[in-house]
């Protein structure tokens, strides 16, 4: 009697892996057919669905929208780039892993606050292999430039937590004029001049921009009820009174400061852990380096002054004005100021 040859079947992470990398073919492909703009950051900035991003990570972010299955626990960490993104990753790592072991003190000691939250669309899908994500302890914290359009609808449905932090776009692209130049000699490229990186700024063109559609896409998931459960905090606020800002997003994340906590002192010792001066002064953050896809960072590139106001020592009157006017049109009725 003539055997019949089935295949063997295939496994659940086989499985996996093919959809993965079926899905990364598509979004390069994808990618590939989109309108350019000439290198104005590390890389050309690709558009698609109302915002650029830099090539590889477009197709990063694609397959978070794809693919990515966010659960009630997840604790997702949004920033336009140069925000205060490193800053808060550590105030936020280091508030939800306070009672663990060994302590987050310990690892902020030793690990770049990138390292502690990983990028979904830089890191974590922006490969063609699948990403480990169940090996990242509960609750997972994540971090995206992803505008709020683009993210998956399993964010809502899934009721996770959204925490946003934004910074006044002056300030803003200032900081990330300086963060793509040192890349750029680093890379032996010339240095981008203010008055380019400013007009593309305006009009739009920079990572993850336009910046007025960012910042109101989670501003305006904020004020939803019912809707995505999304805390929007400010920078500046944030400079203020970090010890205040702190145990508010301690409550949204789910893990308030206890009164004896609170009375021993402990939201104050993560504030100085956090800080800028005692990050920047680690030995991780002063040689270390970091792996986002096909770019190799220093941990030092990551801290330059971190001020409030340092727009004024860069940009002109006319440039401030000019900001002014997009954030007052942009803006308008919102309730929304920077």
């Known amino acids: 009697m003539e055997q019949s040859h089935q295949p063997p079947l295939r496994t659940e992470q086989e499985h996996e892996e093919e959809v993965h990398q079926r899905v990364y073919q598509q979004c390069r492909d994808l990618v590939s057919s989109l309108p350019v703009e000439g290198c104005c950051y590390l890389e050309d900035l690709c558009f698609h669905s109302g915002f650029f991003q830099p090539i590889p990570f477009m197709v990063g972010s694609m397959m978070v929208q794809k693919l990515f299955e966010a659960r009630p626990t997840d604790i997702i960490m949004a920033t336009l780039p140069k925000s205060g993104t490193t800053w808060l990753k550590a105030l936020l790592f280091a508030t939800v892993n306070r009672n663990s072991s060994p302590s987050s003190t310990g690892n902020l000691a030793t690990l770049n606050p990138h390292q502690c939250v990983p990028y979904l669309e830089f890191e974590l899908y922006g490969e063609s292999r699948v990403p480990d994500m169940d090996s990242i302890p509960s609750p997972r914290l994540l971090a995206t430039h992803i505008p709020f359009h683009f993210l998956p609808n399993s964010v809502v449905d899934s009721g996770c937590r959204v925490v946003y932090l934004c910074r006044n776009p002056k300030d803003n692209f200032v900081s990330l004029w300086h963060f793509i130049n040192k890349f750029r000699k680093k890379d032996g490229q010339e240095a981008l001049p203010l008055e380019v990186s400013f007009d593309r700024f305006c009009q739009g063109r920079s990572h993850s921009g336009p910046f007025w559609d960012h910042m109101l896409g989670y501003w305006k998931a904020s004020l939803q009820v019912g809707g995505c459960n999304v805390l929007f905090m400010r920078y500046e606020e944030l400079m203020k009174d970090p010890a205040a800002e702190l145990r508010r997003l301690a409550e949204f994340v789910g893990c308030p400061f206890t009164q004896e906590e ?40 990551f801290f330059r002054r971190g001020v409030v106001g340092d727009w004024m020592n860069h940009l002109t009157p006319d440039m401030a004005q000019r900001i002014d006017k997009i954030i007052e049109s942009k803006f308008e009725g919102s309730g929304l100021a920077p």
């Open 262 to 301: 609170q009375a021993n002192g402990v939201v104050e010792d993560i504030v100085g852990t956090c800080g800028f001066d005692k990050l920047s002064s680690l030995e991780v953050n002063k040689v270390g380096k970091l792996t986002l896809l096909r770019t190799t960072a220093d941990n030092n590139i």
